[in-house]
């Protein structure tokens, strides 16, 4: 659902799987294969990210690398329900994670976003794309709701790393800018 490629060592690569069934009469939002899988030889061998996991099996997974301190990663998990996310944090490229949910309210259909975002600059500012938009200012030890006068379902945002107060959101509603 999401690869990265870690910007100093290029043969270091991240991705988050996530199981998933949909048919007209069955849903799966998870399982055991779901999570965090991380290689140190451009993807041909790959090891499974468990500690600081939460226990039970995962659903989609949203992850992020930090661009200016890449040893700092980023991700937002749902269970097996689809709901109920979390954003977990590395400080060590992805060996341990961290619960920082902390005051965050995830939508009960978290999996239909499940993206998260690092500011390119500054690794403390931390987007989660979800029904609406959450951010932290501080490495995940508290977020707030911001954008609350646009539409919901946020899906994505690009953020200028020449000036990352120039912003781009997109949701159901359309593209909105923020300066």
């Known amino acids: 659902i999401d690869v990265l490629i870690h910007p100093q060592h290029t043969d270091t690569v991240f991705a988050a799987l996530w199981t998933r069934v949909r048919k007209?009469?069955?849903?799966?939002?998870?399982?055991?294969?779901s999570g965090i899988y991380r290689s140190y030889d451009g993807g041909t061998t790959w090891t499974k990210l468990?500690?600081?996991?939460?226990?039970?099996?995962l659903g989609r997974i949203g992850i992020d690398i930090s661009q200016s301190s890449p040893n700092i990663l980023f991700a937002t998990v749902?269970?097996?329900?689809?709901?109920n996310a979390v954003i977990l944090k590395s400080?060590?490229?992805?060996?341990?994670?961290?619960?920082?949910?902390?005051?965050f309210s995830s939508a009960a259909y978290s999996y239909w976003y499940g993206?998260?975002?690092?500011?390119?600059?500054?690794?403390?500012?931390?987007?989660?794309?979800?029904?609406?938009?959450?951010?932290s200012t501080n490495g995940g030890t508290t977020w707030n709701g911001i954008a609350p006068f646009v539409h919901v379902d946020f899906?994505?945002?690009?953020?200028?790393?020449?000036?990352?107060n120039l912003q781009l959101m997109g949701n159901d509603g359309g593209l909105y800018m923020s300066t």
């Open 24 to 33: 007209v009469n069955r849903r799966d939002f998870g399982g055991p294969a």
């Open 155 to 164: 899906h994505t945002i690009y953020i200028n790393p020449a000036n990352t």
């Open 78 to 83: 749902t269970d097996t329900t689809g709901g």
């Open 115 to 135: 993206r998260i975002k690092i500011d390119p600059v500054n690794p403390n500012n931390v987007y989660e794309i979800d029904l609406n938009m959450w951010k």
């Open 50 to 57: 468990t500690n600081g996991m939460p226990a039970y099996d």
């Open 91 to 103: 400080i060590n490229n992805g060996d341990s994670w961290t619960d920082v949910t902390n005051n």
